[in-house]
């Protein structure tokens, strides 16, 4: 990830709607935590959706190689912390957007 690195994703319109909706299905069911950080965001998942998250991450990591993906474990929970520069952060918070009341 770079300054320079186009914040793009190479994801097809259908393929982009499918993982947004993994996004929204993983988060809805699993989700413990989201914070914001001023070069990203930390996501906590429950344990039991490691192996999802993981595949889902590969996915990010081709498409959208304008941010760092990374998920480890800490403390019980699977953490997915991903980062970037610039307009990339605005448009991080944007996908992970927590859902709205209304």
């Given at each position: 990830?770079?300054?320079?690195?186009?914040?793009?994703?190479?994801?097809?319109?259908?393929?982009?709607?499918?993982?947004?909706?993994?996004?929204?299905?993983?988060?809805?069911?699993a989700?413990?935590?989201?914070?914001e950080?001023?070069?990203?965001?930390r996501?906590?998942?429950?344990p039991?959706?490691?192996e999802?998250?993981?595949?889902?991450?590969?996915?990010?990591?081709?498409?959208?190689?304008?941010?760092?993906?990374?998920?480890?474990?800490?403390?019980?929970?699977?953490?997915?912390?991903?980062?970037?520069?610039?307009v990339?952060?605005?448009?991080?918070?944007?996908?992970?957007?927590?859902?709205?009341?209304?």
């Open positions: 990830m770079t300054e320079t690195t186009p914040v793009a994703c190479t994801l097809t319109p259908a393929d982009l709607a499918a993982q947004g909706e993994r996004w929204h299905r993983l988060m809805a069911r989700m413990t935590e989201r914070a950080a001023p070069d990203g965001l996501i906590c998942f429950r039991e959706a490691e999802e998250l993981c595949a889902m991450v590969a996915v990010e990591t081709e498409c959208c190689p304008w941010a760092t993906w990374t998920v480890e474990r800490d403390a019980g929970t699977i953490v997915l912390d991903v980062r970037s520069t610039a990339g952060v605005a448009t991080l918070a944007g996908m992970f957007a927590p859902a709205s009341a209304g």
